[in-house]
């Protein structure tokens, strides 16, 4: 972006890898902003020794057994790589089709889309104990394991979200190579999201998981988490620093996400009809999905369903619609749904044993939820700091062709 | 001739083995015949006839309160029969279980019960009895695919009404006896989830990770203290 090359002469700023970094607005930012800095640096410190302690006592820290062998990161795996999938949709629909609203937002997109399957890989590589042997599962990769596909698409798409930053900010290569990198990029989310739904829906044993239906949930439930995601992080945008939207973008975002949740809610509802329905379910069906619906785990399922058709009812409500309030109260709640559903789809799983025993609930331990608020306050120090240091707000009247360096 | 081949002398050995071995061969078959009915279910009539028949030649039977003696007398001081439900035992505890097909033994209990709250004669219909429960079997005995062309459900070669699962044997003709019952329902166990596996090893949370937690949540709960009042200020 050559324009913020001469409009900005202000001290601190440092031109680097053609981005100017703008280290004086860390210096003026307020006591609050240090504030909340320090908290994610308290978070950072008790996830440190969290993962310090998997390091010198492995698995025994945590609540993970031979009965649920996959616990909080990889809930938050699934979680994190779906919301990562918004910043693309918004992204590819501003370069792609032309969606020019969304346009502002492109740049705090990409960054999320980033900072997000960071967090989603820092829990993997976290969980495996000894993480330098992930070397091997590079090496010598199990070509029957969609692990190695969903998390070698991790990998890929967060240095595809980071590539794509800097071609945004730089404006290098123009709106030619941004449109093409949507091209890549936008194959490359699908793919990582179809292949996370495999490490479920190919597990023939545990029955709920074994679907196809798997596939397309995590795509409809990625692109509605994230979006509204993004919605919420625009706001807060709006709130800590300077960079303003119009409040037509928010409409639009929002009608985008009520689409989007509807078939969300719609793919749910007929797999829960079609797993359940008395003449189809197999008893091992039936079992387990009891605990969903009234069992156990009914806590956890229900308001995915609760929350999910509650935030659509919000922003289906014509009069009120266009609210702030409601926009981000709907969005907050089908974030939350999300988690819900990822803890539950987990969970479905691991109800009971491939030979029908049924299995104490999986709750996480100490060290595993210090872990993963540790993690989790890592990518938001990342975000906090990029916010103010790199420069996200899109200019208006960018003229791409003239911006390539 | 057992005694005679003991007695001879050594030598002939193995015409005494030939000899004893038809007849130990015989007293096995004969001990194996005879073990079924002999052992669990001694006491029970295993021939589809009644043992105990008439009833009223005993009944009506009370007993001394708070005893296993009866009021009076009974032929070969009999106090009580020692029949053992199988399969049927779902049908209540000891003596209830009886009630839901016989009438009180302190009446008749030569009555059963069929459905609509009669009661009919033990040398009558018994089948209905079994119709108050199991009428779908019923209505295929009725119409000759289960159990076909036999007179009733409790005759020789069907089901014991107290053990149902085992079956009337007619007495084997060179034999004279009770005959005998046999299991032909395989023992069968209602569905229900099975057992959990061994409890996993509890979590382990090392004393200085714990002091750790407590000294970070503290510093959390300052900062976010001081993040809240700084924003009253403003």
Same mark, same amino acid.
């Given at each position: 972006?050559?324009?913020?090359? /001469?409009?900005?002469?202000?001290?601190?700023?440092?031109?680097?890898?053609?981005?100017?970094?703008?280290?004086?607005?860390?210096?003026?930012?307020? +006591?609050?902003?240090?504030?909340?800095?320090?908290?994610?640096?308290?978070?950072? %410190? #008790?996830?440190?020794?969290?993962?310090?302690?998997?390091?010198?006592?492995?698995?025994?820290? &945590?609540?993970?057994?031979?009965?649920?062998?996959?616990?909080?990161?990889?809930?938050?795996? &699934?979680?994190?790589?779906?919301?990562?999938?918004?910043?693309?949709?918004?992204?590819?629909?501003?370069?792609?089709?032309?969606?020019?609203?969304?346009?502002?937002?492109?740049?705090?997109? %990409? #960054?999320?889309?980033?900072?997000?399957?960071?967090?989603? #890989?820092?829990?993997?590589?976290?969980?495996?104990?000894?993480?330098?042997?992930?070397?091997?599962?590079?090496?010598?990769? *199990?070509?029957?394991?969609?692990?190695?596909?969903?998390?070698?698409?991790?990998?890929?798409? &967060?240095?595809?979200?980071?590539?794509?930053?800097?071609?945004?900010?730089?404006?290098?290569?123009?709106?030619?190579?941004?449109?093409?990198?949507?091209?890549?990029?936008?194959?490359?989310?699908?793919?990582?999201?179809?292949?996370?739904?495999?490490?479920?829906?190919? *597990?023939?044993?545990?029955?709920?998981?074994?679907?196809? &239906?798997?596939?397309?949930?995590?795509?409809?439930?990625?692109?509605?988490?994230?979006?509204?995601?993004?919605?919420?992080?625009?706001?807060?945008?709006?709130? /800590?620093?300077?960079?303003?939207?119009? =409040?037509?973008?928010?409409?639009?975002?929002?009608?985008?996400?009520?689409?989007?949740?509807?078939?969300?809610?719609?793919?749910?509802?007929?797999?829960?009809?079609?797993?359940?329905?008395?003449?189809?379910?197999?008893?091992?069906?039936?079992?387990?999905?009891?605990?969903?619906?009234?069992? +156990?785990?009914?806590?956890?399922?229900?308001?995915?369903?609760?929350?999910?058709?509650?935030?659509?009812?919000?922003?289906?409500? +014509?009069?009120?619609?266009?609210?702030?309030?409601?926009?981000?109260?709907?969005?907050?709640?089908?974030?939350?749904?999300?988690?819900?559903?990822?803890?539950?789809?987990?969970?479905?799983?691991?109800?009971?044993?491939?030979?029908?025993?049924? #299995?104490?609930?999986?709750?996480?331990?100490?060290?595993?939820?210090?872990?993963?608020?540790?993690?989790?306050?890592?990518?938001?120090?990342?975000?906090? %700091?990029?916010?103010?240091?790199?420069?996200?707000?899109? =200019?208006?009247?960018?003229?791409?062709?003239?911006?390539?360096? | 001739?057992?005694?005679?081949?003991?007695?001879?002398?050594?030598?002939?050995?193995?015409?005494?083995?030939?000899?004893?071995?038809?007849?130990?061969?015989?007293?096995?078959?004969?001990?194996?015949?005879?073990?079924?009915?002999?052992?669990?279910?001694?006491?029970?009539?295993?021939?589809?006839?009644?043992?105990?028949?008439?009833?009223?030649?005993?009944?009506?039977?009370?007993?001394?309160?708070?005893?296993?003696?009866?009021?009076?007398?009974?032929?070969?001081?009999?106090?009580?029969?020692?029949?053992?439900?199988?399969?049927?035992?779902?049908?209540?505890?000891?003596?209830?279980?009886?009630?839901?097909?016989?009438?009180?033994?302190?009446?008749?209990?030569?009555?059963?019960?069929? @459905?609509?709250?009669?009661?009919?004669?033990?040398?009558?219909?018994?089948?209905?009895?079994?119709?108050?429960?199991?009428?779908?079997?019923?209505?295929?005995?009725? @119409?000759?695919?289960?159990?076909?062309?036999?007179?009733?459900?409790?005759?020789?070669?069907?089901?014991?009404?107290?053990?149902?699962?085992?079956?009337?044997?007619?007495?084997?003709?060179?034999?004279?006896?009770?005959?005998?019952?046999?299991?032909?329902?395989?023992?069968?166990?209602?569905?229900?989830?099975? @057992?959990?596996? @061994?409890?996993?090893?509890?979590?382990?949370?090392?004393?200085?990770?714990?002091?750790?937690?407590?000294?970070?949540?503290?510093?959390?709960?300052?900062?976010?203290?001081?993040?809240?009042?700084?924003?009253?200020?403003?």
């Amino acid at each position: 972006m050559a324009v913020a090359l /001469v409009t900005t002469p202000r001290p601190g700023v440092k031109h680097f890898i053609g981005i100017d970094f703008d280290f004086g607005a860390l210096k003026n930012s307020g +006591r609050r902003y240090w504030g909340f800095i320090a908290v994610l640096g308290t978070f950072i %410190v #008790l996830g440190g020794a969290a993962w310090l302690l998997y390091f010198t006592h492995g698995g025994s820290v &945590m609540a993970m057994r031979d009965g649920s062998p996959w616990g909080l990161w990889f809930t938050n795996y &699934m979680y994190y790589v779906g919301l990562a999938a918004g910043g693309l949709v918004v992204y590819a629909s501003v370069h792609l089709f032309g969606a020019e609203q969304f346009r502002p937002l492109s740049r705090i997109a %990409v #960054l999320l889309a980033g900072v997000f399957v960071m967090m989603a #890989l820092l829990g993997i590589i976290t969980d495996m104990e000894r993480p330098w042997r992930a070397v091997w599962m590079l090496l010598t990769p *199990n070509p029957t394991s969609p692990f190695v596909y969903t998390g070698s698409a991790a990998g890929i798409y &967060m240095v595809i979200c980071f590539v794509d930053l800097w071609i945004l900010i730089t404006g290098f290569g123009g709106e030619k190579l941004a449109r093409r990198m949507t091209l890549i990029a936008l194959p490359v989310a699908i793919y990582l999201h179809t292949t996370t739904a495999f490490v479920l829906s190919m *597990n023939k044993s545990r029955e709920l998981w074994h679907t196809a &239906m798997m596939v397309p949930i995590f795509l409809s439930s990625a692109i509605a988490s994230g979006i509204a995601l993004l919605l919420i992080s625009a706001y807060v945008l709006t709130k /800590v620093t300077d960079i303003r939207f119009k =409040p037509s973008m928010f409409r639009s975002l929002s009608t985008l996400l009520s689409t989007v949740m509807i078939i969300d809610l719609f793919l749910i509802t007929v797999d829960v009809l079609s797993v359940f329905w008395p003449t189809s379910a197999s008893s091992g069906h039936t079992l387990r999905f009891a605990e969903f619906l009234s069992g +156990r785990y009914a806590w956890a399922f229900l308001p995915v369903l609760i929350l999910g058709f509650g935030a659509f009812a919000l922003l289906s409500r +014509r009069k009120t619609r266009h609210l702030p309030a409601v926009q981000i109260t709907a969005s907050v709640m089908y974030v939350v749904a999300v988690l819900f559903k990822r803890y539950s789809l987990m969970a479905m799983g691991f109800s009971y044993t491939t030979l029908g025993q049924k #299995l104490p609930i999986y709750f996480p331990s100490a060290a595993e939820v210090f872990l993963a608020l540790g993690i989790l306050a890592f990518g938001m120090l990342i975000l906090t %700091v990029g916010v103010k240091v790199l420069p996200m707000e899109v =200019p208006e009247y960018e003229d791409a062709e003239v911006t390539s360096l | 001739m057992v005694a005679l081949s003991w007695r001879s002398p050594a030598g002939s050995d193995r015409r005494w083995l030939s000899r004893v071995l038809p007849l130990l061969v015989l007293l096995v078959l004969a001990a194996l015949i005879a073990l079924p009915s002999l052992s669990a279910f001694a006491g029970q009539a295993a021939s589809g006839e009644l043992f105990y028949y008439p009833c009223s030649s005993c009944h009506p039977v009370t007993m001394v309160p708070g005893t296993e003696r009866p009021t009076r007398l009974l032929p070969n001081d009999f106090t009580g029969h020692k029949i053992v439900l199988v399969g049927h035992d779902k049908l209540g505890e000891d003596d209830v279980a009886c009630l839901t097909c016989h009438d009180d033994p302190s009446r008749d209990p030569g009555k059963l019960k069929i @459905a609509g709250g009669k009661l009919i004669d033990i040398k009558g219909d018994v089948s209905q009895v079994c119709y108050r429960c199991h009428s779908t079997q019923y209505k295929l005995w009725k @119409a000759g695919d289960h159990g076909k062309g036999k007179p009733k459900c409790t005759a020789a070669g069907c089901h014991d009404p107290h053990t149902p699962g085992w079956i009337y044997a007619q007495p084997l003709q060179p034999f004279i006896g009770s005959g005998f019952q046999f299991r032909v329902l395989s023992q069968r166990e209602a569905f229900s989830p099975l @057992a959990p596996p @061994a409890p996993a090893p509890a979590v382990d949370t090392p004393p200085w990770f714990r002091v750790i937690v407590v000294l970070g949540l503290v510093a959390l709960g300052v900062q976010i203290v001081r993040l809240v009042l700084g924003r009253r200020k403003q």
